[in-house]
């Protein structure tokens, strides 16, 4: 079996009190999801400069990170145990 696809539809929703909502379409294949929140203030690759990360389990399509200072990110949603997809927002 290939890897998985990568997640479609990825969104991120925010709160004021630093809550950060990340969802996506689950994909057939995946065992498990790493979401990533990336400061839009870097250089080089994103992956250098996670800010925040999260592990889920297969057949999730949301995940919540709280206490987020406030700023810009860009959010990587990567299905495992593909690494070499990621899709972003």
Avoid: R
């Amino acid at each position: 079996m290939g890897n998985p696809d990568l997640p479609t539809s990825v969104s991120a929703s925010t709160t004021s009190d630093g809550t950060v909502t990340v969802t996506w379409n689950d994909v057939t294949g995946e065992t498990g999801y790493n979401v990533y929140l990336c400061s839009t203030s870097y250089t080089g690759s994103w992956f250098d400069h996670i800010s925040y990360s999260k592990s889920v389990g297969a057949n999730t399509t949301s995940t919540v990170f709280t206490g987020i200072p406030g700023g810009s990110y860009e959010v990587y949603v990567v299905s495992q145990p593909n690494p070499n997809k990621n899709s972003y927002l």
